[in-house]
């Protein structure tokens, strides 16, 4: 059935229905002119994104269950980049009046799936529609009382990052070449994941496998920088937070967000090629594709790993990648060489990757 | 000069500095990644909407100036409805990078004259491009202590609005017929606003008035129709407030909104056409263009008035136009025929006006 057959009012009262899970903390949640919750002696964080049909995302390349998943990681990665613990959710949605049921369904399954994962309530937002294409926003509230800023880097810092870089831009790579949409497997801690659900579409998967391995790539390789790019999950900071004086997390690309720390605590940096965290499968199918692993770990958004940086005697459970200096900003290559770099990365209006 | 010659970082640096204004409330607004706020000892109100072209609007009847001023108060009145007051704003904006620069600082001179006008601080955001036309969405973050719901209300109290109801919608009709943008001054209040400085624009709105002028309508009673449909004020229920059992805003039209507050409040009601307060500009203009003003009234969007309920023994300043009954929700016409009426008005992926 199409959302125009539905009515926004039906639409409404379903996801209220769907999301009346109660928290001690929400007095008015869904359903009112806005929502009202209970004051917290904490700080208050809070961060909004926008996605947008064609420019954030393909649905030729992203099912709108990964899409709902997405949309929840990115906010809550920023939030998590404070050292905060995200706990409300506000969604907007406008999408065409002639997308069907199931999609929508499959969009807050994701969204579902994703606020489980990271224990979100939702409690508010807008549905409506749109001329062309979808675009959707969320906001995230959360709290803190210890909190790290992209400002607080001193010379003589070490730099950190939490995990692999350049596996989500790998997957997007891969995906402009499998053009179709992926369905993915839940992971064990999203056992009850509504992905699993999609028989009709294991054989299409099987298809894949085959056409991939028939190229001489492995699912096993595959799987998961397809999985870094179309489910991420965001950055838990809580072994590195007492040792962190700046956090970013990293969204447009390593160079472009360790750029934007240095900018607010202005600092130098210097970063060492070949201490860039690169997975094996980055490896494997990078090399299969003809593209630079390192130039996708430096470059390539949205691994919504966390870039911080600590004292150089503290103990430090993640992997060191360089020092803050005083002001230049240089990356030392493989073979030792030196070369400056800028805030290169995606950037909407200008440079492109 | 066009956006993507200026590029992201670059707007978002001038964003930034356009609004640093400072708050004791604010640890880090604008420019981490998230906002970061002092604990207030407060209920917390959010709320968020989303606004898309081609569907909440249409840049040509609307100035990104006056779109700007309207995103903002769309949400203040949300708040409003609440009975909180609205202190921090969010803004996404995704729009098109061959967008020219005026647009998009136009854009946030309507934001920046509506934030002075309620009292609000920007803390952060999203800026991206967009494939296709324009989106927007913003979310307002308020503190209240005692608060107002759409649930309360019950059999006896007595239904009020706070002002004339329709001239939203009429003015949005005058628009269809105008086909183009009209500039309006700005109010005494927002003696600062930019809107004077398009000079450019007076001629046309000199041919503008003549061309009305010769359909027999004057400007000095469609200005009032055009600035409550481009450049809405949200009502501030303070004077309401200690009397209100329940309260709503009437964003997509009285019988929708008195609807969703007599769902909430599970009661009916029962209201009188001859009651239902109507501008006199609306009378004129809405029996020239041969629309029936109290269709217009009931039924039409964006008035922003508040629509509440109070027991009707408390002296309240408000227009009283009917009263809460047990269960049926009908509507007393001209005549005295009493009519059922359910929730019409705007739906979005439904029933249209």
Known sequence: MKLSQIGELALLR???????????NIIVGIGDDAALLKPVNKNLLVTTDMMVEG??????????????????SVNVSDIY?????????????????NTEENIFDDFFSGITDAMELYGLFLVG????ASDKGMALSATLIGY??????RFGAKAGNRIYVTGNLGDSACGLELLRKIKSPVSLASSKRRAKGKEHRVKSKDTLLYALRSKLSAK????????PLLRRHLMPEARHPEKFISNATSMIDISDGLLIDLSRLCDES???????AKKIPISSELKKVASHLRISPIKLALSGGEDYEMLFTAHPERKVKAIYIGDITESERVIVDISGREKKFSAEGYQHFGIQR
């Open 216 to 223: 001489g790539l492995k699912w096993i390789d595959v799987e």
């Open 81 to 97: 980049a404070m050292g905060g613990k995200p706990k409300f959710l506000l969604i907007n949605i406008a999408l065409d009046k």
């Open 14 to 24: 379903h996801i209220r229905q769907r999301f009346k899970k109660p928290s001690p």
């Open 266 to 272: 202005k600092v130098g940096a210097k970063i060492y």
């Open 55 to 72: 420019v954030h995302f393909n649905l030729s390349f992203i099912t709108p269950y990964q899409l709902g998943f997405k949309l929840v």
């Open 144 to 149: 803190t009382k210890r909190y790290i800023r």
């Open 125 to 128: 937002g807008d549905l409506s």
